[in-house]
């Protein structure tokens, strides 16, 4: 089956404790991101990659970090974790080409999500 | 650079009534477009998408038409259920260049039996 797989679902952690979302696709998607999703914000980019090795900021990256090693994964490091990213945390990968060398973008395909509380 | 606006919520409807979320964007070329939707405690999964002006995404019983002239996708289904009760997101996706999808802000729709 299709999917992106999140994990931790539900964490609880305490202000300076680094923490790892990790994030797993099996579609072999080129694209895949980070949001974070708060009431009356919707959903924020934090972090995406096009293809392994290749991240780039999206809109809120301050006190986040990402990598890319494998196609597959694409890990979500909160190294010194602050109570204002307490916060929903998505996934979600596409098979859309970087820079548009299709031509044409896809959909994206959502993890269940990571619900984070930092203290 | 690229944004789209949706309505704000939430909208509270009755089972039946006839539903509208407006979503209107802003982006150069010819973006696709597409309706996600977020059930209660799940992530968002596609619910249509439309890639090029005056086609029409459909799927569940939602329609939504590109328009390029108004800027507009807005989502439309005939008779809502309680069923249909989630969070509903307009997103657009770049033609070429570097491809960020932008996400509007997300709408509440509540139904009521």
């Known amino acids: 089956e299709a999917q992106v797989t999140q994990n931790p679902r539900y964490l609880i952690t305490v202000t300076g404790k680094k923490l790892t979302v990790t994030c797993s696709q099996n579609?072999?998607?080129?694209?895949m991101s980070w949001y974070r999703q708060d009431p009356g914000l919707g959903l924020r980019q934090i972090y995406y990659s096009m293809n392994v090795e290749v991240t780039d900021k999206g809109d809120v990256p301050e006190g986040y970090k990402v990598s890319r090693k494998e196609k597959r994964n694409f890990p979500l490091i909160l190294e010194s974790p602050s109570p204002n990213q307490t916060s929903l945390y998505f996934c979600?990968?596409?098979?859309?080409?970087?820079?548009?060398?299709?031509?044409?973008?896809?959909?994206?395909?959502f993890g269940e999500g990571s619900r984070l509380t930092v203290l | 650079g690229d944004s789209v606006t949706q309505m704000e919520g939430p909208v509270t409807l009755s089972e039946e009534a006839f539903l509208t979320i407006n979503c209107t964007y802003t982006?150069?070329?010819?973006?696709?477009l597409f309706w996600y939707v977020q059930y209660p405690g799940e992530g968002l999964q596609l619910l249509l998408k439309a890639t090029k002006a005056d086609d029409k995404g459909s799927n569940k019983g939602f329609e939504a038409t590109y328009r390029k002239e108004t800027t507009s996708f807005h989502l439309e289904k005939g008779s809502v259920q309680v069923s249909d009760s989630a969070v509903y997101f307009c997103a657009l996706s770049p033609y070429g260049g570097s491809y960020i999808p932008t996400f509007g802000r997300g709408t509440s729709l509540i139904v009521h039996p």
């Open positions: 979600a990968s596409s098979l859309a080409s970087p820079l548009g060398t299709s031509g044409r973008s896809g959909e994206l395909f």
């Open positions: 579609m072999n998607h080129e694209y």
């Open positions: 982006a150069t070329g010819y973006p696709s």
